[in-house]
């Protein structure tokens, strides 16, 4: 089994940053893409920003130019630099882990931390 545990969220301002970081443990030979994924009240859970472990990202449109996604492999860990923060990105961000389990991947998710975002 592999673990993802988030740290950095918080409360802040619009306008303001925030930074997650996410440590994955245990079980983490064969870890593909690591990224950021949010869940507001009453929505669908959405993809914010992923990465692969040859460093391919990929964005939500509403976040591009905003977040930056970043990880160290050596180290097993992923962070979501987000600035210019508006009310809506408002959420519980969970980081998400995909490894590659014989010829089957298995998700994995940390157990969520909130951002909240004043306006």
């Known amino acids: 089994q592999m673990q993802l545990v988030e740290s950095g969220g918080g409360l802040v301002q619009a306008g303001g940053s925030l930074r997650l970081s996410c440590v994955a443990s245990g079980s983490i030979s064969g870890i593909n893409t690591m990224g950021w994924y949010r869940q507001a009240p009453g929505k669908q859970r959405e993809l914010v920003a992923t990465?692969?472990?040859?460093?391919?990202?990929d964005y939500a449109d509403s976040v591009k130019g905003r977040f930056t996604i970043s990880r160290d492999n050596a180290k097993n860990t992923v962070s979501l630099e987000m600035n210019s923060l508006k009310s809506e990105d408002t959420a519980v961000y969970y980081c998400?882990?995909?490894?590659?389990?014989?010829?089957?991947?298995?998700?994995?998710w940390g157990q969520g931390t909130q951002v909240t975002v004043s306006s």
């Open positions: 990465m692969t472990k040859d460093f391919t990202t």
């Open positions: 998400h882990g995909e490894k590659n389990v014989g010829r089957a991947t298995r998700d994995y």
